[in-house]
């Protein structure tokens, strides 16, 4: 397995479309992780997985996101009606849930969505 | 809610020290973890403390005070390869979950020749 990998790598959008991303976690991981970044800023927490089951969610998560996990391997996160505020890196990680493991995460190379 | 504060700028000569501190303030706490981040990469995981103490790792080194809601990373015999941010993050335990992580801004590190 290569690590985490995410579609597309840029996303070029018109203010008011929607925008699907799709997250391939690493196989065995079954936590899974969606945050977005912005120039200068530490990665902001959206969403988090254990397998199918989304189980935070950021309050400053507006209802125009929303991410699902359907069978627990790949993740989609999806945001409707695009503000330019939503222009961002955004990204997806991935870690064991296993029981006495550090749960470190792990990156993929990240969506970077530019709104016009 | 959490607040992880750390410097935006370092900047510090090729094959010398730096040491980067983090503090944080936060209910639930489960763990620390810097990870490093090159611009336009995504970030790679570096290091973690749950428990008090100094972990070492070749060139880094982490540190933990729980009781102060201090770490700080340190960076030894520094390479010009080592200019990049460097993120303090903190993972918590919630009623929903115990996994979620908070992350510090960053720090950038700029290595001179």
């Known amino acids: 397995d290569t690590g985490v990998s995410q579609n597309p790598r840029h996303k070029i959008t018109k203010r008011g479309q929607n925008v699907t991303f799709r997250c391939d976690p690493i196989?065995?991981?079954?936590?899974l992780y969606w945050y977005r970044q912005t120039l200068g800023q530490g990665p902001e927490f959206l969403t988090y997985?254990?397998?199918?089951?989304?189980?935070?969610k950021s309050r400053l998560l507006s209802d125009r996101f929303s991410a699902e996990r359907p069978k627990g391997s790949f993740s989609t996160l999806e945001i409707q009606r695009t503000e330019q505020g939503d222009s961002a890196m955004y990204l997806c990680?991935?870690?064991?849930?296993?029981?006495?493991?550090?749960?470190?995460?792990?990156f993929g190379p990240g969506t970077r969505l530019t709104v016009l | 809610g959490q607040n992880i504060d750390q410097p935006t700028e370092m900047t510090a000569t090729e094959g010398a020290i730096v040491q980067i501190n983090c503090t944080y303030q936060?209910?639930?706490?489960?763990?620390l973890f810097w990870y490093q981040q090159h611009a336009g990469e995504a970030p790679t995981f570096l290091s973690y403390?749950?428990?008090?103490g100094l972990e070492e790792k070749g060139r880094f080194s982490s540190f933990l005070s729980r009781s102060k809601g201090y770490s700080y990373l340190l960076l030894k015999e520094l390479q010009m390869k080592d200019s990049a941010s460097y993120l303090c993050?903190?993972?918590?335990?919630?009623?929903?979950?115990?996994?979620?992580?908070?992350f510090g801004a960053g720090t950038q590190v700029v290595v001179t020749p």
């Open positions: 990680a991935s870690s064991s849930g296993l029981a006495g493991a550090i749960h470190t995460q792990y």
């Open positions: 196989s065995e991981h079954n936590r």
């Open positions: 997985f254990q397998n199918e089951a989304q189980l935070e």
């Open positions: 936060t209910s639930g706490f489960n763990g």
């Open positions: 403390n749950v428990l008090d």
């Open positions: 993050a903190v993972r918590v335990r919630t009623t929903d979950s115990w996994g979620k992580f908070q």
